[in-house]
């Protein structure tokens, strides 16, 4: 198998415009579960609450600093507090899928968007967006994404999503926006 992890992210924050919620995850990769919140953040007026245990990316533009010895700039940038977990690299803007690599790690990432939009830097409510990592692989990241356009991946990706653990949304968004 070339897929080793999975995560789920979904928009369900109501205030924050580009915060994505791990909703299922096979709870597999170190370098994602290390970075879960360790403290409950409470809601305010202009801040979605979130739980420990919750793991809150963000879906955001590539910021103009990003350098290194890169063939092109990425499209977008997923961050976990406020660190740069991956650039995302999204080569046929009619597909809704995409690849990357993680940060200080050796690993690819490949990206199927469900539902996703963004209208004036502002993720979409309900918006979807699956992470299959392929650890050891950061250097295959075309080839996967080739595997993953042409649907050769599709049985792993089955696999993963059914093998997910399904995270509840933090009550805390619920209460804030009641």
Known sequence: MLLTDYYRFERVATKSKTRLDCTASTESYQPFEEKRQDKQGQPTASR????????????????????????????KSLTIKSKNLTSIYVPD???????????????AI???????????????????????????KSKDRLPLYNLLSDGELDEEMNLLRERATRHPTAPAIAAASE
Not at 49 to 59: H, P, W
């Open 48 to 75: 979605d609450g979130y739980n420990v245990g919750d793991l809150l990316a963000y879906f955001v533009d590539v910021p103009d600093q990003f350098s290194g010895d890169v063939h092109r700039k990425a499209d």
């Open 110 to 136: 490949l990206f199927v968007f469900e539902g996703f939009e963004v209208v004036n830097k502002v993720v979409q409510q309900g918006g979807v967006l699956e992470l299959f990592i392929a650890r050891g």
């Open 93 to 107: 803007p009619a597909s809704n899928l995409a690849f990357g690599d993680v940060k200080g790690e050796a690993d």
